[in-house]
């Protein structure tokens, strides 16, 4: 009985039905595996052009705002210009102010016998020089123009005796501030 029944064939057939089914699932497997890694590439390569598409827009959002706040930085320079330039205004026409109240006040408190033979400006004070007929009157000078609100200190810086006293004073302009000018102005109307 065993020498009619032969069953290596259908051990090869079977062998030859699990490598058949074998390599179908490695080309199953290799094909699943392969269009994951394209299908993973397709969606990573669209996220990376997208972020590339959002950081161009981002980029130029910046320089955008790059050039405003260039702008406004030169509006704020232009800004400071202006302040300083109305600050030197506003100082000139205060000096205008104190310049003609000074030289109003300047006769009224010249005692007699004392004469002013020149007198010199700058932004700190005057600078008189004149003739007396004594010490005192230049002392007398000094006091009311001391006392005066339009003149500060002021200091003898030389005296010559002779006939005549000859000297040199320096009256020196109080710090104005912006409201004392402004104070100024509007006492002078």
């Known amino acids: 009985m065993s020498e009619g029944i032969n069953l290596l064939p259908w051990r ?3 062998r030859s039905r699990q490598q058949r089914r074998a390599l179908a ?4 497997l290799w094909v699943l595996s392969l269009a994951t890694v394209a299908a993973s590439w397709w969606y990573f390569e669209g996220e990376i052009r997208f972020q590339r598409t959002r950081n161009t827009f981002l980029e130029g959002q910046i320089a955008k705002v790059e050039r405003q ?23 000139l026409q205060a000096e205008r102010i104190r310049l003609v109240r000074g030289l109003d006040h ?16 700058d932004n700190k004070g005057i600078n008189l020089t004149g003739i ?15 006392q005066t609100r339009i003149f500060g200190h002021s200091e003898l810086n030389i005296i010559n005796v002779g006939d005549t006293h000859q000297f040199e ?6 710090s104005l501030a ?7 102005s509007d006492n002078a109307q």
Do not use: C, N
């Open 169 to 174: 004073l320096w009256v020196m302009y109080p």
């Open 25 to 28: 699932t490695a080309i199953m």
């Open 69 to 91: 706040l260039q702008e406004i930085s030169e509006i704020r320079q232009r800004k400071d210009e202006l302040i300083e330039r109305m600050g030197v205004i506003h100082q």
């Open 178 to 184: 912006p409201t004392d000018a402004d104070a100024d």
């Open 12 to 14: 090869e057939a079977r």
């Open 132 to 146: 007396a007929q004594s010490s005192s009157r230049v002392s007398t000078l000094m006091e009311r123009l001391d």
């Open 106 to 121: 300047l006769p009224r408190e010249l005692p007699e016998g004392v004469f002013f033979s020149s007198l010199e400006r």
